[in-house]
């Protein structure tokens, strides 16, 4: 089973058993490393008896797989696992360069700049920006690929920065990534 929420919606997990004697619950979080976090007592909500409340404004470090835990003196048991997934729009935008290690590169050359970021779902769109002597000229491409592949021109010397969007929203701008173009002797 899954859910799937919007980062920063409120949402309520809840956990309840039917018991005798009276059961103590416990939630609890299972990592990408697979271990199990408990969700502290104090951010839960105990009633009535044998029920128990998790409500919490979701961040992306929420998401993954819940389970509760009730456990009295017959012995415990697991509820079944429920995974929650988290979508956010894309952040921590950046750009890597290859075909050049220092950004330099010759009039004919090839360079590839990707726009790396985090999001979930994946981006959908990318946007291509380029600047010289801080002034956006008229250049920009929005594409499906997050690859930007160029044969080298004179006119490619700039600032390149990348942008992407995905079902949840536009991300930020990448910081400038800054191409220069040495002339062929």
């Known amino acids: 089973m899954r859910s799937e929420v919007t980062e920063g919606q409120t949402i309520t997990i ?4 039917e018991s005798f004697p009276q059961s103590t619950l416990t939630l609890m979080r299972i990592n990408t490393n697979n271990q199990a976090e408990i969700i502290p007592e104090e951010n839960l909500y105990s009633r009535p008896i044998n029920s128990l409340y998790h409500t919490f ?3 992306s470090a929420d998401a993954g797989w819940y389970v509760c835990r009730a456990q009295n003196t017959e012995g415990s048991k697991n509820s079944k696992q429920k995974e929650l997934v988290v979508k956010y729009k894309p952040r921590k935008t950046s750009i890597s360069v290859s075909g050049s290690s220092d950004n330099q590169v010759k ?12 999001a979930n779902p994946a981006p959908t769109t990318y946007s291509w920006s380029r600047s010289k002597n801080q002034q956006t000229d008229s250049w920009w491409k929005n594409t499906n690929r997050r690859e930007l592949s160029l044969t080298i021109q004179r006119a490619d010397e700039a600032c390149y920065r990348c942008s992407s969007s995905n079902l949840i929203g536009g991300g930020d701008k990448s910081q400038p990534v800054c191409i220069q173009v040495l002339s062929c002797l």
Request: with cysteine; charged share 10%.
């Open 14 to 17: 809840s956990c309840t058993v």
């Open 107 to 118: 009039v004919g050359g090839s360079l590839t700049l990707t726009c790396d970021t985090d």
């Open 57 to 59: 404004t979701v961040t």
